[in-house]
């Protein structure tokens, strides 16, 4: 099998996540959902809506996306205007398909942690807090987390602190795909560059899973419409 990076791994599984005709937001620093939802449009979802912190919807080039993908360049090239507000506003009303959202911690009953490590009153670290995930976490119809960084320090049995907890739907790592389902974080897909034993070893709860499956690999024609829609490769900025 030809090597390939995580960060195309992730890429492609997030985007064959999302279907056609879906309104689907992310937030900032968020490159890699942010081409994620890019590539979706241009093969197997081309009717997705993608709307983002600076109010863009359907930019027709993430090439030159800032380093915070909340930049005045996904205005510029978008279909219309639909500002950060209204996004809430659609999220709490039930229209929000899908959010992009991340974490510092996750625990096993799906509760999310961005607020503190540590006792609250005296944290080992203070980190920037819910955010917009607060909101809409438990409101959009579908929550997809991604994390970077897979060990038992972020994916841990019960978080320090829960800042929100609701419409948890997959949470994508360079190892693997949980799912949330029956209460519990599941083990819904091993990548092929890992394998059971490393994610076992890896997370602070103990697995459980249906059946044992892998992520599909990115086809040629992932590959080569990654390299045409993000040629500077923001996808991997978090690696």
Same mark, same amino acid.
């Given at each position: 099998?030809?090597? +390939?990076?995580?960060?195309?791994?992730?890429?492609?599984?997030?985007?064959?996540?999302?279907?056609?005709?879906?309104?689907?937001?992310?937030?900032?620093?968020?490159?890699?959902?942010?081409?994620?939802? *890019?590539?979706?449009?241009?093969?197997?979802?081309?009717?997705?809506?993608?709307?983002? #912190?600076?109010?863009?919807?359907?930019?027709? *080039?993430?090439?030159?996306?800032?380093?915070?993908?909340?930049?005045? &360049?996904?205005?510029?090239?978008?279909?219309? +205007?639909?500002?950060?507000?209204?996004?809430? &506003?659609?999220?709490?009303?039930?229209?929000?398909?899908?959010?992009? %959202?991340?974490?510092?911690?996750?625990?096993?009953?799906?509760?999310?942690?961005?607020?503190?490590?540590?006792?609250?009153?005296?944290?080992?670290?203070?980190?920037?807090?819910?955010?917009?995930?607060?909101? %809409?976490?438990?409101?959009?119809?579908?929550? #997809?987390?991604?994390?970077?960084?897979? &060990?038992?320090?972020?994916?841990?049995?019960?978080?320090?602190?829960?800042?929100?907890?609701?419409?948890?739907?997959?949470?994508?790592?360079?190892?693997?795909?949980?799912?949330?389902?029956?209460?519990?974080?599941?083990? &819904?897909?091993?990548?092929?560059?890992?394998?059971?034993?490393?994610?076992?070893?890896?997370?602070?709860?103990?697995?459980?899973?249906?059946? #044992?499956?892998?992520?599909?690999?990115?086809?040629?024609?992932?590959?080569?419409?990654?390299?045409?829609?993000?040629?500077?490769?923001?996808?991997? #900025?978090?690696?």
């Amino acid at each position: 099998m030809k090597e +390939y990076r995580v960060s195309d791994i992730m890429t492609c599984a997030i985007a064959n996540l999302l279907q056609n005709e879906e309104t689907v937001f992310h937030g900032v620093s968020s490159h890699l959902p942010m081409v994620a939802m *890019n590539l979706a449009r241009h093969t197997h979802a081309p009717d997705l809506v993608h709307l983002n #912190i600076p109010g863009g919807v359907n930019p027709s *080039n993430i090439s030159q996306a800032t380093y915070s993908s909340a930049g005045s &360049d996904l205005l510029a090239s978008s279909e219309a +205007y639909f500002p950060l507000e209204q996004v809430f &506003d659609l999220s709490m009303r039930g229209k929000l398909d899908v959010a992009f %959202l991340g974490g510092i911690q996750f625990d096993v009953h799906g509760n999310v942690n961005a607020s503190v490590i540590g006792d609250y009153h005296k944290p080992k670290v203070r980190l920037p807090g819910g955010a917009g995930s607060a909101v %809409l976490i438990p409101t959009a119809k579908k929550a #997809i987390i991604w994390r970077t960084k897979h &060990d038992v320090r972020t994916f841990v049995e019960k978080v320090d602190f829960v800042t929100t907890r609701g419409n948890l739907w997959k949470i994508v790592t360079p190892l693997c795909i949980f799912e949330f389902r029956n209460g519990r974080l599941m083990l &819904d897909r091993i990548h092929p560059t890992s394998s059971l034993e490393e994610v076992k070893e890896h997370t602070g709860f103990e697995l459980q899973y249906e059946e #044992i499956k892998y992520t599909e690999l990115p086809s040629q024609k992932e590959l080569a419409t990654l390299k045409k829609i993000d040629p500077f490769d923001y996808r991997s #900025i978090e690696f």
